[in-house]
C-alpha cells in the first residue's frame, strides 16, 4: 500500500490577465514575512500554497507591487485557520490593468479553472 502526505494549507491562483510578465509582486499575511511571487507570465497563472498550520485565526491577505508599495490590495481575513473542517482553503485572484495600473481582484472564475487543470 502506498501512503502520501498532502499538506494542508492555502491554495492560491493568481491570474495575469495582462499582456505583462509580472515579477515584481510581493504578498503576506499576519506574522508571515513578505514573499515574493514567482514570476507570472502575461495570460498565464501561478498556483502556490501558504502555511495556515500555526494560525490562531483568520487573516487579511495583502499584496503589492515593488514598485507601489504604498498601494496595497487587502483581501480581508482571506487566509483561513486550518481547523478540522477547514484543512485545505483556496484563494483566487486576478491582475488586470485598470486606469493604466495593475489591480488584484477576486477571480470568480478561477475555482473553475483551478480544479479542471488538477484533473
Known amino acids: 500500500m502506498n501512503t502520501f502526505m498532502v499538506p494542508a494549507g492555502e491554495y492560491l491562483q493568481l491570474r495575469n490577465m495582462t499582456d505583462r510578465t509580472i515579477n515584481d509582486l510581493y504578498f503576506t499575511y499576519g506574522d508571515y514575512p513578505i514573499t515574493k511571487v514567482r514570476k507570472i507570465e502575461a495570460n498565464a497563472r501561478e498556483n502556490f500554497m501558504i502555511a495556515t498550520a500555526n494560525l490562531s485565526k483568520d487573516y487579511d491577505l495583502v499584496f503589492y507591487f515593488k514598485d507601489d508599495v504604498e498601494r496595497k490590495m487587502v483581501f480581508k481575513e482571506a487566509v483561513k485557520k486550518m481547523t478540522k473542517d477547514n484543512m485545505w482553503s483556496y484563494f483566487f485572484g486576478k491582475i488586470i490593468e485598470k486606469e493604466g495600473m495593475l489591480v488584484i ?10 480544479f479542471s487543470s488538477q484533473q
Open 105 to 114: 481582484e477576486e477571480d470568480p472564475e478561477g475555482k473553475d479553472l483551478y
